[in-house]
């Protein structure tokens, strides 16, 4: 919805307390960052190749995403070409309904956010979880992702911890990390084994050999191991 999310992080900001806890959280996840990149002598260098990398492959993106299709195919996959939005939706479903999948799990995929996967595959009686233990608690939230890897970082542990009372019928009042995201892979795991499909986005895919990095999901099913892509 245009001007949702300015308005939502006007709200937000307007609670001083709230605010300056969140600078907090987000800080704290800046040094962890520095803290790990620091051994890495060439971090800045390597930052600067990726950088010089990306901006190439952008530079010639058709040519590199039909070389992918080629050789993807020739390694078995089944590629999909989507105009917009809703064709993407439309393939997806389709690839859904027929093989008789009605409960799908996801990992974490900003692209099927733009689209509004979730609620066009929901609308058409298909179960979505999202497996990402952020973008599930956003899910639960009935809330969009704040930040595009920190899906939560809104979210205080506390009102997770409600949250998984609510719908993971945890004991009311825990706010411990460790407990809520033991309860979160309990919870996970049974909508895993029950999952008909999976879907994920790609981090990275390689032309020349047609090959893609994914977050894995392990299913069960008649179709377990199949891949198309979108």
Known sequence: MAGAHPEAAARFVADDERLHWHDQAVWWVRQKRDTASAPVADWEALRV???????????????YLEEFERNAQAAGAQVHWARDAAE???????LLADRGVTRLVKSKSMLTEECKLNPYLEARGVEVVDTDLGERIVQLA????SHIVMPAIHRKKEEI?????????????LADPTRLTEAARHHLRDKFLAAGAGLTGVNFAVAETGAYRVTRLWL??????SHDVA
């Open 49 to 63: 190749a990726a950088a010089g990398i990306k901006r190439h492959v952008l530079s010639r993106l058709a040519d």
């Open 88 to 94: 993407h939706n439309a393939i997806v479903h389709r």
């Open 142 to 145: 009935h809330e969009p992702p």
């Open 161 to 173: 911890g409600e949250l998984f009372h609510i719908h993971l019928k945890t004991e009311r009042g």
């Open 220 to 225: 069960t099913g008649p179709r377990a191991g």
